[in-house]
């Protein structure tokens, strides 16, 4: 998969966290929205919007690390999958425990599906030394 497709998700998930932003600080000044500040959906859908920001500066970041990374075409592209459902997935697993506090546990999807985009950096740069 060419490497352009993490980049373009990544601003992709930026604009979409900056807009969602936007979209949320709209009520965030009403005690009682989405439950009230301290909420389990209050959090949820804030730590979502936040996600769509790092998660897609994260995929940028990952492009740009790329040259430097001594990886096999196979790992390059298991990286690259991983940063890439991991951007989608970490938000959307955001949205659904907001909505069902039982999809909680969907969250260890995401979680290795970066911590396995992560890995590959790290191990790509200490192989490159």
Known sequence: MPL???ELAGWVSVLLGMVSGALLGLRFHRPEFLGG???????MIRLGHIALLALGMLNVLF???VPRLTL??????IAQWCFLLGNIAMPTCCGL?????????LFVLPVALLIGGVYSVCAGLLRGL
Not at 72 to 77: C, D, G, N, P
Not at 97 to 105: E, I, K, N, P
Request: no cysteine; aromatic share 10%; glycine share 8%.
């Open 63 to 65: 492009v740009q690390s």
């Open 97 to 105: 425990t907001a909505w069902r506090v039982g999809m909680r546990h």
């Open 72 to 77: 096999s075409a196979q790992e390059l592209s």
């Open 4 to 6: 352009v497709f993490n």
């Open 37 to 43: 500040y301290g909420s389990l959906p209050r959090r």
